[in-house]
């Protein structure tokens, strides 16, 4: 049987079940709204933000997403802050609020490789988490841990933990 002779597959981490089941949403309809994005945490305000310039923002985030490229940044969230920048750390796009959608498509357009970088970056920081934490609950006969610090201190907190294991 031609079956038996398949290799067996990958198991998927929980990672790559959210991933693909936000692809599979999103590309099955449009583009997700402001307030589906926002649920999911890929639309963030910045503290610094005035109440105003943070409604000011959504007002336009609802009327340009459907023209923002959504598939060139769907697996990076995107902060709403006072000017352009891609976080390596956190693999997100910040945004001015005020802006418009030509200077961000320019933005998209002059940043792509850097976008792709971050991209590859968050997902390797994810998955290195993510094993983390799997060998740690193997180790400790859990189910999950739950790590609640920066994305700059989880790696030495879960490499911490792990190395007492």
Known sequence: DVSRNKLPKKAKTLLDEATESMAERWTVTEAPTAEELMGADQILFSRSL??????????????????MQYHRWASMPLIISDAFAIGEITGAISVPWD???????????HNSVKIGECEQGAMQFAH??????????KDLDLDDIL??????????ALQVLKAST
Request: proline share 6%; charged share 10%.
């Open 50 to 67: 005035s109440p105003l310039q943070s409604a000011a923002a959504l007002s336009s985030l609802q009327s340009l997403l459907p023209d």
């Open 147 to 156: 790590v609640s610090c920066s994305h700059r201190d989880a790696l030495p």
């Open 128 to 137: 290195t988490i993510e094993s983390l934490i799997a060998q740690i609950c």
């Open 99 to 109: 802006f418009s959608l030509e200077q961000f498509l320019s933005f998209l357009d």
